[in-house]
């Protein structure tokens, strides 16, 4: 048997008898080794016009870097000032972000909307008062109750700067349903897209352009972490994405994309459900059924130890135990065993 799976026949045969080696037999047999896949591209900090008045800015990530809160933002220029499409988390990102828009627009702030509560997001709202915030209303409860960590990115020693100047800053204006602005000629139409990523997720589509700014919706690229997420709905909101007339993507993590890459997302989420449903009918732990999986050409993704925070997440929805909360505990035990097993090989 391949050194690749740590759970075998034996063990399937005493946790649930023939049934359980018959779902193991299965799953095993359709499994594959390690294959050569084509390297995922990198991608630079930048400021991009997309058209005319709309801009995306984006955070160097590619292969082999830890994308954690490496997130994207959105400009969007009117006549009297700027949309922020999210704030991003640290202060030296944020603030670089606020300065590269207002340089390039030559003007300011004056509203931010957030796609969800997550800090990687919304820590650097209080770097663009006094500009309205609006978000989701469980987003606005959720970065209430998430307030400014103690010692927020205290393993990237890089980022450290003006950690003293943030803020709590959550929405002022709060939605849940669709909401439209108008920048001069151009709409602007708030989507809520949730329970998807969070129970607070609002995408920002131009339908003029046919461009959507998805937040966590979607990762091109990069491993999407259901953290407190719902990934059953998650592949539904994907979906929604899909039927919409849309040429261009900004994802919350990775490069600028299509729906090409949108399929992408919704073929990993889709593989992880299905194959730790197998896993969690034959008595597997969340952490070992994250390590068991191939997941083929997503391997490469970066931040892979997430499959871990998948599997406690679908296991929870296929448990009836499902809630918005995060499983703390049950996520941070999933990873170590997770991370065990994956050095084993």
């Not at 650097?124 to 989701?136: D, L, Q, S, T």
Request: with cysteine; aromatic share 8%; proline share 7%.
């Amino acid at each position: 048997m391949s050194s690749r799976y740590t759970f075998d026949r034996r063990e399937a045969l005493r946790l649930c008898g023939p049934a359980g080696v018959a779902l193991w037999s299965a799953f095993r047999a359709s499994a594959t080794g390690a294959q050569a896949f084509p390297p995922i591209p990198s991608w630079k900090t930048e400021l991009r016009q997309l058209v005319p008045n709309v801009y995306a800015y984006t955070q160097a990530s590619g292969p082999g870097i830890n994308n954690a809160s490496l997130s994207n933002a959105g400009v969007i220029a009117g006549p009297e000032g700027l949309l922020a499409i999210d704030t991003l988390g640290p202060p030296v990102h944020a603030k670089a972000f606020r300065r590269a828009a207002m340089t390039a627009t030559k003007k300011t702030f004056t509203r931010v909307v957030n796609t969800h509560h997550h800090r990687d997001h919304t820590n650097g709202n209080c770097f663009f008062a006094p500009a309205e915030i609006v978000a989701h209303a469980y987003c606005r409860e959720a970065t209430i109750e998430g307030g400014i960590p103690a010692r927020p990115y205290e393993d990237r020693p890089e980022w450290q700067e003006g950690m003293n100047e943030l803020k709590l800053a959550p929405a002022t204006t709060t939605l849940t349903s669709k909401t439209t602005y108008r920048y001069g000629d151009l709409v602007v139409e708030l989507i809520p897209n949730a329970p998807a990523h969070t129970w607070g997720d609002v995408m920002v589509y131009l339908p003029q352009h046919r461009i959507l700014f998805a937040g966590d919706i979607l990762f091109y690229y990069v491993t999407p972490p259901a953290h407190n997420g719902h990934i059953t709905k998650w592949i539904d909101a994907i979906d929604v994405v899909n039927r919409m007339d849309v040429d261009v993507i900004v994802p919350g993590h990775g490069p600028i994309g299509t729906k090409k890459e949108l399929a992408e997302t919704r073929a990993y989420l889709e593989l992880v459900a299905n194959e730790l449903r197998k896993r969690h009918a034959i008595g597997m732990s969340p952490g070992r059924a994250a390590a068991d999986i191939n997941v083929g050409r997503f391997e490469q993704w970066t931040n892979p130890e997430r499959n871990a925070w998948n599997a406690v997440r679908v296991y929870a929805e296929l448990d009836g135990k499902l809630t918005p909360d995060t499983d703390t505990a049950a996520q941070n035990a999933a990873v170590a065993e997770y991370t065990a097993l994956r050095a084993k090989r």
